[in-house]
């Protein structure tokens, strides 16, 4: 099992930032590759950001290239997301996902073995 706990989520204007963390526990983090999932209200859930097992593989939904950055430190257990330029459309629940297959990185929440509770961004206009 892995557990994963999502932090940094809150309140923020059009325009700011914020840098979402997912601590993981239980297993060799460096053995899942990670990805970041956000449900809007009435939306469903949607593909952000993933990483391969040593951070040298990304990939990005198209609306938050350029804005948005995913990263990992093994050492830490950690996975990162941080969000830069934050829009209104951008207000979600963010979840992080390991997936047990290490080596790629892939986009359906269907692949992904263990979930986090999520953590709330809201962006204000």
């Known amino acids: 099992q892995v557990q994963l706990v999502e932090s940094g989520g809150g309140l923020v204007q059009a325009g700011g930032s914020l840098r979402l963390s997912c601590a993981a526990s239980?297993?060799?983090?460096?053995?899942?590759?990670m990805g970041w999932f956000r449900q809007g209200p009435g939306k469903e859930r949607e593909f952000v950001a993933a990483i391969n097992w040593n951070g040298r593989i990304t990939e990005y939904t198209d609306s938050v290239k350029g804005r948005f950055t995913i990263s990992r430190d093994n050492a830490k257990n950690t996975v990162y997301l941080q969000m830069n330029s934050l829009k209104p459309e951008d207000t979600a629940d963010y979840s992080c996902?390991?997936?047990?297959?290490?080596?790629?990185?892939?986009?359906?929440?269907?692949?992904?073995?263990?979930w986090g509770q999520g953590t709330q961004v809201t962006v204000s206009s």
């Open positions: 239980g297993r060799t983090f460096s053995d899942y590759a």
């Open positions: 996902a390991a997936d047990g297959r290490a080596y790629g990185t892939r986009r359906s929440p269907h692949d992904y073995d263990y």
